[in-house]
């Protein structure tokens, strides 16, 4: 009985429909949307090289800062609006202000992949665990000996917060998590990308209807490989 059952599988599966080599074909000139890098966006300075304890302090600080914005900015995007806005994904579409030891306000160019059409707005909450880990005190604790003011020390601090000082944040209101979704006209967005301190921003956005322009007309993109009105408020 067992040796008809074995017998009646296998011939199963020589009947089943062959599958396709290969991969999905997409017609040329299709919109491709833009995907979530893993990279951070944001970086902390380099680490300093002599012996001043201020100097690693501020290092310390700015590392601390920039994992919070990366964080943030994750869950963010993550967050899309009603409509479907999601945050840019670039460092240059990202606002924030902490507004309390423990929160911070935050807003950020959204819309469709390189297509701003909202500005959203978000507060998020965050702490460290055991309390006061990441505090000012606790640096000046940790880089006081000077054997510990070099890179070795400072990787040694990196090791030390990813391993017993950890990041808990999370929206101020879960059950609406985004505060405000404004949405831009096109003119709007065209002023806020024309201002000088947006130009990395502008080339991102932009950066796609070059291409097409460029591939269209048979000229090289020269931004290639560049890095990147009244409002009103909507119910989103």
Not at 135 to 147: A, L, Q, T, V, Y
Not at 174 to 184: F, G, H, S
Request: contains cysteine.
């Amino acid at each position: 009985m067992k040796r008809a059952i074995v017998t009646s599988f296998l011939m199963s599966l020589f009947a089943l429909p062959a599958l396709a080599d290969g991969l999905i074909d997409v017609p040329k000139g299709a919109d491709e949307e833009e995907v979530k890098k893993s990279t951070k966006l944001y970086d902390h300075g380099d680490i300093p090289s002599g012996n001043n304890i201020e100097d690693y302090v501020r290092w310390a600080k700015g590392l601390i800062e920039a994992g919070r914005k990366n964080h943030f900015a994750a869950l963010a995007y993550k967050t899309p609006t009603k409509s479907g806005a999601r945050c840019l994904w670039f460092a240059g579409a990202f606002g924030f202000q902490q507004v309390s030891k423990n929160r911070y306000e935050m807003n950020c160019f959204a819309g469709t992949p390189r297509k701003i059409t909202h500005v959203v707005f978000y507060k998020m909450d965050f702490s460290y665990q055991p309390d006061g880990c990441a505090d000012e005190s606790k640096i000046r604790e940790f880089f006081k000996p000077e054997g510990l003011r070099n890179r070795t020390g400072a990787m040694q601090f990196i090791n030390m917060l990813n391993n017993t000082c950890a990041l808990k944040y999370d929206h101020t209101d879960r059950e609406a998590p985004v505060q405000r979704a404004v949405k831009l006209d096109p003119e709007d967005v065209e002023k806020e990308l024309n201002k000088p301190e947006r130009e990395s921003l502008r080339l991102y956005v932009n950066r796609s209807k070059d291409k097409k322009s460029s591939g269209a007309s048979g000229f090289t993109n020269p931004l290639r490989g560049s890095s990147g009105g009244d409002a009103t408020d909507s119910a989103e």
